[in-house]
């Protein structure tokens, strides 16, 4: 079983920054692919990015490419979401979530083995 706890949400005003964290318990975190969603009220569970076990690899969602960082410290069992020049429809609640193996279906949240509880992200016009 993994644990996940994200932090790091908030209120913030369009064009601004906020870091997402989230930090795993229980077994081993490292041999996993971490990805961040997002949900807005009324709407699907979108992927928003996703890095493999060792970190040598990312992806993005379109919407948040050039915006957004993941990145990873397995020595810390975290995986971070750095959001830059936020947007209102950045607005959401971001999960976080863990993926044993396949790394093909990182955009799939029903192949996803373990999620975070969410925090909110609000961007204010």
């Known amino acids: 079983q993994v644990q996940l706890v994200e932090s790091g949400g908030g209120l913030v005003q369009a064009g601004g920054s906020l870091s997402l964290s989230c930090a795993a318990s229980?077994?081993?975190?490292?041999?996993?692919?971490v990805g961040w969603f997002r949900q807005a009220p009324g709407k699907e569970r979108d992927f928003v990015a996703a890095i493999t076990w060792s970190g040598s690899v990312t992806d993005y969602a379109d919407s948040v490419k050039d915006r957004f960082t993941i990145s990873r410290d397995n020595a810390k069992n975290t995986v971070y979401l750095q959001m830059n020049s936020l947007k209102p429809e950045d607005t959401a609640v971001y999960y976080c979530a863990a993926l044993q193996f396949n790394w093909w279906a990182r955009a799939n949240a029903n192949r996803y083995n373990y999620w975070g509880q969410g925090t909110q992200v609000t961007v204010s016009s």
């Open positions: 229980g077994r081993s975190f490292s041999d996993f692919t």
